[in-house]
């Protein structure tokens, strides 16, 4: 008896993730996570040394960047994350607000258990690294933590929105660092991660989004009238 073949499905064979994007990945975090500052120049053959590939992926990772604005050119061909005037720095996080607070209101709706449990577990090392002094730690948790809450929200377009302003505003948020009177834990002063959680939990979004926006607020009234800009 004779078997006929059948016919394939036409899905095609599973890829792995190319090597530019992992690359565009991994500095688009470091970016948000504020463990790149303000005036580094980056270069794709140094990157490419560092993260020991060659430098095509490199160089389309960071054309993706400066077209999002969080790169700038220079003339001898690197690319340098933009220094941050005090006019910039208050129009993208009166922006943050607005999207930031629309993510986390529709996150109320999607949050499980398991992440508000998560959410928890940051906040508390949140808190432990700012009494720690730790800033780079600080400033992951933060971005860990909100991140979080957002990517929860259902919105594709409020994603892309945001991380594009973090992609512009998380490197300078190191600004943190200093102020205080040189005592980070001064920065739970203006912290609301407890009440973002006690809101999600009660599935109350604009308890949240009211939260998450008076984090937001309150951090960059802080800079505005404390840190150095251009």
């Given at each position: 008896m004779?078997?006929?073949?059948?016919?394939?499905?036409?899905?095609?064979?599973?890829?792995?993730?190319?090597?530019?994007?992992?690359?565009?990945?991994?500095?688009?975090?470091?970016?948000?996570?504020?463990?790149?500052?303000?005036?580094?120049k980056?270069?794709?053959?140094?990157?490419?040394?560092?993260?020991?590939?060659?430098?095509?992926?490199?160089?389309?990772?960071?054309?993706?960047?400066q077209?999002?604005?969080?790169?700038?050119p220079?003339?001898?061909?690197?690319?340098?994350?933009?220094?941050?005037?005090?006019?910039?720095?208050?129009?993208?996080?009166?922006?943050?607000?607005?999207?930031?607070?629309?993510?986390?209101?529709?996150?109320?709706?999607?949050?499980?258990?398991?992440?508000?449990?998560?959410?928890?577990k940051?906040?508390?090392?949140?808190?432990?690294?700012?009494?720690?002094?730790?800033?780079?730690?600080?400033?992951?948790?933060?971005?860990?933590?909100?991140?979080?809450?957002?990517?929860?929200?259902?919105?594709?377009?409020?994603?892309?929105?945001?991380?594009?302003?973090?992609?512009?505003?998380?490197?300078?948020?190191?600004?943190?660092?200093?102020?205080?009177?040189?005592?980070?834990?001064?920065?739970l002063?203006?912290?609301?991660?407890g009440?973002?959680?006690?809101?999600?939990a009660?599935r109350?979004?604009?308890?949240?989004?009211?939260?998450?926006?008076?984090?937001?607020?309150?951090?960059?009234?802080?800079?505005?009238a404390?840190?150095?800009?251009?």
């Amino acid at each position: 008896m004779n078997v006929k073949p059948i016919p394939p499905l036409g899905l095609g064979p599973i890829g792995s993730v190319p090597v530019h994007e992992l690359v565009y990945r991994q500095l688009t975090r470091a970016l948000m996570a504020g463990q790149i500052t303000t005036g580094r120049k980056l270069t794709s053959r140094k990157l490419a040394l560092e993260l020991d590939i060659s430098d095509m992926p490199v160089r389309a990772a960071l054309s993706r960047l400066q077209a999002l604005k969080a790169l700038v050119p220079l003339r001898n061909g690197s690319l340098v994350l933009p220094s941050m005037t005090r006019d910039r720095f208050a129009d993208l996080m009166q922006t943050r607000l607005v999207c930031e607070g629309a993510a986390t209101e529709k996150a109320a709706a999607h949050m499980t258990q398991a992440d508000l449990d998560a959410l928890s577990k940051i906040g508390a090392d949140l808190t432990k690294a700012a009494r720690d002094q730790d800033i780079d730690q600080y400033l992951e948790y933060n971005y860990e933590f909100k991140f979080l809450i957002y990517r929860a929200c259902g919105s594709e377009t409020l994603l892309f929105l945001i991380e594009t302003l973090w992609l512009q505003v998380g490197p300078f948020l190191r600004a943190y660092s200093g102020q205080f009177g040189g005592d980070l834990a001064g920065i739970l002063h203006l912290d609301h991660h407890g009440q973002v959680v006690e809101a999600l939990a009660r599935r109350d979004g604009t308890a949240a989004a009211a939260a998450m926006r008076r984090d937001i607020s309150d951090g960059a009234s802080y800079l505005l009238a404390n840190a150095e800009f251009c």
